[in-house]
């Protein structure tokens, strides 16, 4: 006799196999109306026809779209910066302690972590940059990852830690949205009398010096939505050149108790398109749309917490720390094939690219 919790654990199942039918549609569907460099790049790497699936898809669906093979640990929110626009906001002062830090990397790297990219806030605030390198140091040495980055505002970095821990790091992005100081002062990407513009190639020609792959993040926004930053991109050449069309995350840059208020810099699809066409002969630019960003990274707060961005805000699951990567990872909001399809998995290793020092 069939009981009920069989016909409806049946039942159950076969709601998920039409769920991952329609997800696999939507994806299918996804890559071939987009024409974007990352798309192109997943497409000429397959080796079978496209009517099968790749390797790669297998590899995703087996997963479960769970593997934490790319994470951005957010340590701090402090900030020495006031950018108008920042998605990520000084909210709360909380570091955790170094030890409980390099504990949720390993549990990380247990579940299948490969890269780590370290941001904030500014990465360089905390302890003077010793907490950010000290965990360089702990990922790669120890935790013997394929890749370990970081993303800074550039101002804080001094070249004695490249001196510390440059050998441990493999690619350093530094965020520059503009090449006129004055943009950059207005839209709050500047401290004082410093130049940002000064400090963007003094820790380019470190990078040269020390073996650092250098990139760069710019994010438009109706301040620098006219410029033309392909000459100057040119001769800085980044291995990656990140271009970001500026995102509002409610309780951060919009909406109720956030910190900062970025409507005002808030541009359109076209005019992100136009900035992109104006820019097409910069190899290294790779594009990342509102669309293509928001669920496609893996974010952990201070806490350790992954935070979900599918609502247009960031809602934390609970901390690794206290239920495992497993459990918090399923509240992470997570797409991985959207992330395969914004070009997320790369050449992110040091050792392997072609670097000309
Ligand atoms: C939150 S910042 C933290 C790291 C560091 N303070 C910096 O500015 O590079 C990480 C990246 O997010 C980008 N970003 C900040 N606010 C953004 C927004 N509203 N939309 C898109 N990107 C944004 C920054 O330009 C930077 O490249
Ligand atoms: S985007 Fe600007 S304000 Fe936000 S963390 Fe980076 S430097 Fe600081």
Redesign the pocket.
């Known amino acids: 006799m069939v009981t009920s919790s069989k016909i409806s654990s049946t039942f159950a199942a076969m709601l998920m196999k039409i769920r991952s039918i329609v997800s696999n549609l939507f994806t299918s569907v996804l890559m071939l109306v987009s024409g974007s460099r990352a798309q192109q790049t997943l497409f000429t790497t397959r080796t079978s026809p496209p009517k099968t699936h790749s390797k790669e898809e297998k590899e995703i669906s087996d997963s479960q779209l769970t593997t934490p093979s790319s994470v951005n640990y957010h340590f701090t929110r402090q900030?020495n910066?006031k950018?108008g626009?920042?998605?990520?906001t000084a909210k709360t002062s909380f570091v955790l302690p170094i030890d409980e830090a390099k504990k949720g990397l390993l549990l990380l790297k247990q579940a299948g972590m490969e890269k780590i990219n370290f941001?904030?806030?500014?990465?360089f605030v905390h302890q003077k940059g010793d907490f950010l390198g000290l965990l360089v140091k702990y990922c790669k040495d120890e935790l013997k990852l394929a890749s370990v980055s970081i993303?800074?505002?550039g101002s804080l970095i001094k070249e004695t830690w490249f001196q510390k821990y440059g050998d441990y790091l493999d690619i350093l992005?530094i965020?520059c949205d503009s090449f006129d100081e004055e943009t950059n002062k207005a839209i709050g990407r500047s401290q004082g009398r410093k130049s940002h513009l000064d400090n963007l190639h003094k820790v380019r020609n470190w990078c040269r010096e020390y073996k650092v792959a250098f990139k760069i993040?710019s994010?438009v926004n109706t301040f620098n939505v006219e410029e033309d930053m392909s000459e100057r991109i040119s001769v800085l050449n980044p291995v990656r050149w990140k271009v970001?069309q500026?995102?509002?995350i409610e309780g951060e840059?919009a909406g109720e108790n956030s910190l900062r208020e970025?409507e005002k810099f808030v541009i359109s699809d076209q005019q992100f398109q136009d900035f992109l066409d104006r820019h097409k002969s910069i190899k290294c630019l790779v594009p990342e749309s509102n669309q293509k960003?928001k669920d496609s990274y893996l974010i952990l707060d201070e806490y350790m917490r992954f935070l979900d961005c599918r609502e247009g805000r960031k809602d934390p699951s609970k901390s690794i720390l206290d239920v495992g990567v497993e459990e918090a990872i399923k509240f992470s909001g997570f797409d991985e094939k959207m992330f395969r399809i914004r070009g997320g998995k790369y050449v992110w290793s040091k050792a392997e690219m072609k670097l000309e020092w």
């Open positions: 900030c910066y950018c626009f920042c998605f990520h941001s904030g806030g500014e990465p993303v800074s505002n992005a965020s993040n994010v970001f500026c995102l509002l840059n970025a960003m």
